[in-house]
């Protein structure tokens, strides 16, 4: 969020944050590694390789900023909706910084996410909830942290934020769609290699009881020349408590450079490992527009052998993600394309600290799994003073049998938290198996920007207008088909509304 000259995450103009079409991108164009040859994919960025223009203030106390929004929404039902809180930022000894944020959402809610409330105290990326009644919750938002630059080329990071690791839209491996998850974040730069590695601890509520799972992810970035780059993944996740050791932090798992997958087989270990890789490349077309192209590979588990099988065994579990966004050369218009497939069970293990969520929310893609989908997006400024924002998904989705989340008698793999041992069968399973739900998506987002006018900085007016439109082929999915459409106008000083359904 951002006031009164605040930088903090997740602000339209941040630096340290930015969706590929949102206007810090173009500025973010100038950060690049030590070599100067490469943007990196992971965020939040760090800022010690930014260009003078974009490096933090050296002021230790930026002072106090009143965050939030406030808006009335009109359509399937008529409400209002407010969010309040406090955060400030602030650098110390030219090497230092941090930023915290804490507010509290009153969010009306359509049945499907007041029913996640009511059995999970979490809502959709934003954090922990309660229900005040039936269709109202209230979230409490907690995010900061702390940095610390050991070197020119080595950073450390403490706090509790969301993490995006990928240069588009969506991610596989983790993206903004998560809530604030605390945790330590290692940066390396050694010119041409970028290396990050996350220790992140994931909380998961069951019955009356919250458990505690940890993640940790490491990140390979190498500039492979003529604007192109690769970059290797890696993570495994463990449950905090089990059996025999209580509150553990498995110390092999947070070695930098260790591969994390040979160790865990070396181990005997059953933890949740996964594997991935990115190829992009950077690049300007001759009207000076920037241009990124980008693909995601993550495989959970593979083998060969049964793959070329093809008998449908449920371990073969992987997904892929493709994507190319443009940017203007004056950074006012820009557009972006993108896919991804997702097969069955991927993200899931056999208890839910294990599984690859946190919050009753995906770590990796907010789709979780046994979908395709593709949206498209573009972005304009109008008349130097209005941001347009079109959005459009499709979604088609295997959806599980039941009376609930709980109440399966068919599970087909789409929710990362439903364990693998409610499969049926080892062999057959297809990419949208179940009831078969295809949902799709359209908004128009139109913001105008307040902050000059009234001294308070980030501050914008916007309208927003979205529909969501589902249907199933069959009868029986644990969750029945929602459709709803929405007109909501406010302010607000952080737009974490993208692609939710609140």
């Known amino acids: 969020m951002m006031g009164c000259g605040l930088l903090v995450a997740q602000t339209p103009t941040s630096t340290r944050w930015h969706l590929p079409l949102d206007s810090a991108a173009w500025n973010v164009r100038l950060a690049s590694d030590s070599a100067g040859v490469m943007v990196p994919s992971v965020q939040p960025m760090a800022s010690w390789n930014l260009p003078a223009a974009l490096q933090p203030q050296f002021s230790a106390f930026e002072g106090i900023a009143v965050v939030g929004e406030a808006r009335q929404i009109f359509g399937d039902f008529r409400a209002n909706s407010t969010a309040i809180g406090l955060g400030t930022s602030g650098t110390f000894l030219q090497r230092g910084s941090y930023h915290v944020a804490a507010s509290r959402w009153r969010i009306p809610l359509g049945f499907p996410l007041a029913r996640e409330v009511a059995d999970h105290g979490s809502i959709d990326g934003l954090g922990n909830a309660v229900l005040l009644n039936e269709s109202v919750a209230s979230v409490d938002r907690l995010e900061g942290a702390l940095s610390w630059s050991l070197s020119p080329s080595v950073s450390m990071r403490v706090g509790q934020e969301s993490h995006h690791w990928g240069r588009g839209a969506r991610s596989l491996f983790l993206d903004r769609h998560m809530a604030p998850a605390l945790g330590a974040r290692l940066w390396v730069d050694a010119g041409i290699v970028q290396y990050a590695q996350a220790l992140i601890r994931t909380r998961h509520v069951q019955a009356d009881t919250v458990e505690t799972g940890w993640l940790a992810a490491q990140w390979t970035e190498v500039a492979l020349g003529r604007g192109w780059s690769g970059a290797l993944f890696g993570a495994v996740k463990w449950r905090g408590n089990d059996a025999a050791f209580q509150g553990r932090i498995e110390p092999h798992y947070l070695i930098p450079m260790a591969a994390f997958r040979p160790r865990e087989y070396s181990l005997g270990s059953a933890d949740n490992a996964l594997l991935g890789a990115q190829l992009s490349h950077q690049g300007r077309w001759q009207r000076g527009q920037r241009v990124t192209a980008y693909g995601q590979v993550l495989l959970d588990e593979l083998l060969v052998s049964k793959l070329l099988e093809r008998n449908g065994w449920w371990g073969n579990k992987w997904g892929v993600l493709m994507g190319m966004s443009s940017l203007s050369r004056t950074g006012k218009f820009g557009w972006l394309i993108e896919g991804a497939a997702v097969r069955p069970w991927t993200y899931t293990h056999n208890t839910l600290p294990l599984s690859y969520s946190h919050l009753h929310q995906p770590l990796g893609h907010p789709g979780g799994a046994n979908f395709v989908e593709g949206r498209a997006r573009i972005r304009a400024v109008v008349r130097e003073v209005y941001t347009v924002r079109l959005s459009y998904l499709h979604r088609t989705q295997g959806r599980s049998v039941g009376g609930g989340e709980s109440l399966l008698s068919y599970a087909a793999g789409e ?31 139109v913001s105008m920007p307040l902050g000059a006018r009234y001294g308070v900085g980030g501050v914008e007016a ?13 009868p029986g999915a644990w969750q029945e088909p929602w459709n709803a459409g929405r007109l909501e106008i406010g302010i607000r000083q952080a737009r974490v509304m993208d692609e939710r359904d609140w």
């Not at 938290?417 to 297809?430: I, K, L, M, P, V």
């Not at 916007?462 to 069959?474: K, N």
Request: overall charge negative; charged content about 35%; glycine content about 10%.
């Open 415 to 445: 929710m990362p938290w439903t364990s693998f041992s409610e499969r049926d069968g080892e062999e057959g399973h297809a990419l949208g198996q179940g009831v078969r739900s295809r949902v799709s998506r359209l908004e128009l987002d």
């Open 462 to 474: 916007f309208v927003r207008a979205w529909t969501r439109l589902e249907d199933q082929d069959a």
